[in-house]
């Protein structure tokens, strides 16, 4: 291989640019260029190079192979920076005077009110249309006829409610029916659940029902129902915790049954040799 190097004229002071010209092989003719900074690290490619410099030189315009700045690619630089920097200084005029169409849900072309930002336009918009949506009245009896069913397929009985929410509002509103809209109040509005305030709602519920409470007279959680309910729960827990005790005491059992059997199984092979 023949090398030469020279200093380079496109890098800062120091820099030096070697060409090593391969003499056999089947790229024989052919050169590869490297550059050597003034501490003597090589660098093999454009990239390298560019991430060794960083921002202290644009090598946009470099000629990795010539080791020159190409004035044509340079001037093209210079102005598109001085394009970009003029398009952030002046705004481009907005010459269409023709107002938007709207073009998504209708099929035919309805126009768009332009709002623009003069001080004596004035935008009315009503926050309580934007955040509640309208309810169907007594929606919650598209829920009736539903039932759960376990694993098993077997119909999981339904529980009981209190006495307190016996009482259903509207026509053919039943427990089943009351239990459904309960359940998806509580699961859907983070309001508390009070039920039909309203006294005339018995009278025409058609006029006079709340949409976002359940289809129940108005009622009142009493100390006695939060005790009831925490008893229920410490049972259902303790239940919960005894099955999974004799669940885990069988699964050690039937362990300890496979270790013996395939202990007597040794034993018994240990004996026929």
Not at 81 to 108: C, H, M
Not at 138 to 159: C, H, P, R, Y
Not at 198 to 221: D, H, I, R, Y
Request: positive net charge; hydrophobic residues 35%; glycine residues 6%.
């Amino acid at each position: 291989m023949e090398r030469k190097r020279w200093g380079c004229a496109g890098l800062p002071q120091g820099w030096k640019r070697e060409e090593v010209t391969r003499k056999s092989g089947l790229s024989a003719g052919k050169s590869d260029v490297y550059y050597f900074s003034p501490t003597g690290k090589k660098f093999r490619s454009k990239p390298q190079l560019a991430r060794y410099l960083g921002n202290s030189m644009d090598l946009s315009s470099f000629d990795f192979r010539t080791g020159k700045m190409l004035m044509s690619k340079l001037n093209k630089n210079r102005q598109r920076l001085r394009y970009e920097n003029n398009s952030q200084t002046k705004g481009k005029p907005d010459l269409n005077t023709s107002l938007p169409v709207r073009q998504t849900a209708s099929i035919f072309k309805q126009p768009v009110t332009k709002v623009t930002n003069h001080p004596s336009n004035k935008v009315k918009t009503d926050p309580q249309k934007a955040i509640d949506q309208p309810r169907q009245l007594f929606w919650e009896k598209k829920l009736s006829g539903l039932n759960a069913f376990d694993i098993a397929e077997e119909l999981v009985k339904t529980m009981d409610l209190p006495k307190g929410l016996q009482a259903g509002v509207g026509p053919g509103c039943t427990d089943k029916t009351l239990l459904s809209a309960i359940a998806s109040a509580l699961h859907t509005s983070a309001a508390p659940i009070t039920g039909q305030l309203s006294a005339a709602v018995e009278k025409n519920p058609g006029v006079w029902l709340n949409t976002a409470q359940p289809l129940c007279k108005a009622f009142m959680v009493t100390d006695e129902d939060i005790r009831k309910q925490e008893e229920l729960v410490y049972s259902v827990r303790k239940k919960l915790e005894e099955a999974l005790m004799a669940d885990m005491l069988a699964h050690v059992e039937e362990a300890t049954g496979q270790g013996d059997a395939l202990r007597e199984e040794d034993n018994d092979s240990m004996e026929e040799v």
